[in-house]
């Protein structure tokens, strides 16, 4: 009888354990869980040789690194609070060989206007190009920002925000958000990274905060 | 040779020659062919890039129109106000009916050109696609070479057999939109 309880026990525990949200304490930990595939907050498409990645920045990611950076005058549940309406993704340009590569600034153009033009649309017309699919809804970026990587880097990150139609319809609680972008920069075409949102949600993990 | 050697000899012959018969084939290139029209127009990719084209060409012709209309508007009252127009007024508005239709002509070659540089780079980003996910599945499905038939005849016949068009567009269209794989192809 004791054997048959203590087997219940350590099934129920096992479950709890398989059940529960993983817990992360920095933004460098909480980065370290996006990248893993596992997750699904990262999908990454080659055409040629570029490699175009969306990564998915939950809330409580965002929240976080804004705590970390700043006097903590303002609490994390706060920010997170200030993030929760809106759905951010980044949005990376770099050749399969990363670094070794070629600056995607500069790949394939020949002319000093080419390089204005490409200039000019990663920081200004980005979002012209992107729409985020949420069911019958489409979304247009509210905002696009392009990094300043200051040539540290041979990539580029470009963050874009979308936030719900007012009253209209809720984004958050679509179960598929299906992020396209239609390229005409870097001769990829069009792309579409797909998000299974509600379960990215339902797993996200725990942020416990370093006392 | 007594008969049990020359049965002895006969047995180690023939496995001798079915492992040579194995490793010789099974070291055989593979290859196969994919009907390169209907891979790029059964392409999902293409479909979508047909359509964000056309819409944005009716934009364009839109905005052409809204022009064309304002120019024929001003063409038309200036008819109706002839007589009445001073020999200043005439030279003043025959001057904004020029300028007019320059900036029609001129808003005509530039969206011309747009479109053309647009379709060019969407077509070629979808091209660029298929010939991405042909080599990953080329290398998945260990396929040494995988010949692309077209219309000026590279490929004069292929068996059936080794037609792979309708499988190759099938993975093909599943990754394009993120769909699951069967065959957990990752691009």
């Keep these: 009888m004791k054997i048959k309880h203590l087997f219940i026990f350590i099934s129920i525990l096992l479950i709890c354990v398989a059940c529960s949200n993983h817990t992360v304490h920095t933004t460098q930990e909480y980065a370290a869980w996006i990248n893993q595939p596992d997750n699904a907050c990262k999908v990454s498409k080659k055409v040629g040789d570029m490699l175009v990645s969306v990564k998915y920045l939950p809330s409580s990611f965002l929240a976080l690194k804004d705590y970390e950076s700043s006097d903590h005058s303002v609490s994390y549940e706060a920010l997170l609070k200030s993030y929760m309406n809106s759905v951010t993704f980044i949005m990376s340009f770099e050749t399969p060989q990363g670094q070794a590569g070629e600056d995607v600034m500069y790949k394939d153009l020949s002319s000093y206007k080419e390089y204005v033009e490409r200039s000019m649309t990663l920081n200004f017309d980005l979002e012209s190009k992107v729409i985020l699919n949420a069911g019958t809804y489409q979304y247009a970026p509210v905002l696009s920002s392009l990094e300043n990587t200051y040539g540290l880097s041979k990539g580029r990150d470009v963050y874009l925000v979308f936030t719900s139609k007012e009253k209209e319809h809720d984004l958050l609680k679509e179960p598929v958000l299906d992020f396209v972008y239609s390229d005409d920069i870097y001769n990829v075409g069009i792309l579409h990274f797909t998000y299974n949102f509600q379960e990215i949600l339902k797993t996200l993990p725990v942020v416990e905060l370093k006392k | ?187």
Excluded at chain 2, 62 to 79: C, E, F, M, P, V
């Design chain 2, 1 to 187: 040779m007594t008969q049990k050697g020359a049965y002895l000899f006969a047995s180690v012959f023939s496995i001798a020659l079915a492992f040579l018969y194995y490793f010789h084939f099974s070291g055989k290139s593979k290859v196969a062919f994919v009907r390169s029209n209907e891979l790029v127009y059964g392409y999902e990719g293409m479909k979508e890039a047909h359509v964000l084209q056309e819409s944005k060409t009716r934009e364009y012709k839109s905005n052409l129109d809204t022009l064309q209309s304002d120019l024929q508007k001003a063409i038309g009252r200036y008819h109706l106000e002839f007589p009445q127009l001073s020999k200043q007024e005439k030279i003043e508005r025959e001057h904004i009916i020029s300028l007019q239709q320059e900036n029609l002509k001129e808003y005509s070659q530039k969206i011309q050109a747009s479109i053309k540089e647009n379709d060019l780079s969407l077509t070629q980003g979808i091209l660029n696609q298929i010939n991405s996910f042909v080599e990953e599945y080329a290398k998945k499905h260990h396929y040494t070479l995988i010949f692309g038939t077209t219309s000026s005849g590279n490929v004069l016949y292929g068996d059936p057999g080794i037609d792979i068009t309708t499988e190759v567009l099938t993975h093909l269209n599943q990754n394009y939109k993120n769909l699951p794989d069967s065959s957990a192809h990752e691009n």
